[in-house]
């Protein structure tokens, strides 16, 4: 990307009805089109192992069930570069809009599907292939999110403005276990016949929304500079592995930061209800309060990171969750309800949000406009596709008879550590102008001299 282009993206303006609608966009999109990827994982804990596995062998249907949760994050890497690259060629609207659809489609036909008793081995295969389709759009879902919104934000609120991207995450996760909390409390047979199939049948209704609101949302004008130009990237990935290597392996490795979420979020449920005996509307409840909680904290922790800088932030998260995921998984085994719903806030709600509302920002900020999208997916994908199967090792880790939650603590904690130490080579980018993000240090310095020689 030439000097003179740069200058120019970095002279675009966005009007402040731009900066709100690019964020809202992203808030509803990505709260709608999540809530269609956070339904499955409470049908995976609590349903699809009596519905779409062997009932004779329930360990191993659970084991197997959550497996089919991790399918998706495995899907993520491929729809990654697929996604990534022609979000650098033609646009972050147009995959947002994409990513949309093909979520909607697969969520609707899961809850079309034949069950085990009814085809026997057929279900789970047609399962796992429509989790798979899921994993593939989401993995274009938030990076081109986030890298509209801080190409439409304002200098010195790019942290605020795109963590709206995880914000809305967290409200759809929210609308999908508020969804879930009267159909868990369906007899059994209601359950497992026709009540699961309600939350997934519902998705068309969630998909025609949010593209109602999607479609009108204008590209991000740092894109359309270098489109403009003719300066759009040919081959990202290539660039990528060419000139960001260092970044995509530093945000691959930070993204398990993730498995807190899929620890917490996932398995906790199935541990809860299952080993430790509590009740599944109950804990299903505890997930709503950790993150309307969440849906609080995100945007203030955002806020910060705009003044303090990303890595203080981030770090506080990452650390903050190594500590926190015992004394919450700790609550759970004491059976307490009341200590449950605080230690959840604390955990899931507060602290994890330090890390989980940063990242839109820190990670898009390590990549220029050329490549941002492809970066940004590629990256974050891997490093979720490993913490998607958290579930699975954490299955395994618990015992057979899934009580040991101090090995699972390790493991999430081990994986906030692996975060936090690549986060800590980072550079701190919060206070980097937006056409300069992604440059080498001495090439902006370059360019700051350029720009005093010319204006002298």
Known sequence: MTARSLDDASESKTPPSGHRK???AAWIGSALEYYDFFIYGSAAALVFPKV?????DPATATLISMATFGVAYAARPIGAVFLGHFGDRIGRRKIMVFTLFLMGLSTFLIGCLPTYGQVGTLAPVLLVVLRFLQGLSAAGEQSSASSLTLEHAPENQ???FTSFTLNGTQFGLIISTLIFVPIASLPEKQLLTWGWRVPFLLSALVTLTAYLIRRTLQEAPAFEQISEHAEVAKLPVVELLRDHWADMLRVA???LIAAVSTIGGVWVLSYSTGAVGLDRTTMLWVSVFANLVALIAIP???KLSDRIGRKPVFLIGSVGSAVMI????GAVTSKSYPLIFLAG????????SAANGIWPSLYAEMFNTRV???GMAISTQVGFAITGFAVTYAAELSGSDGKNWVAVGILTASMCAVSSIAVLTARETYNVPTAELGMKPGTRQDRAAERESAAA
Do not use: H, I
């Open 22 to 24: 690019a964020a809202f």
């Open 52 to 56: 779409f596995f062997n009932p004779d």
């Open 158 to 160: 790019r942290g605020y």
């Open 253 to 255: 490795s930070a993204a």
């Open 300 to 302: 203030l922790w955002a």
């Open 326 to 329: 015992f004394v919450y998984l």
């Open 345 to 352: 806030a604390a955990t899931m709600g507060l602290v994890y």
């Open 372 to 374: 941002r999208l492809s």
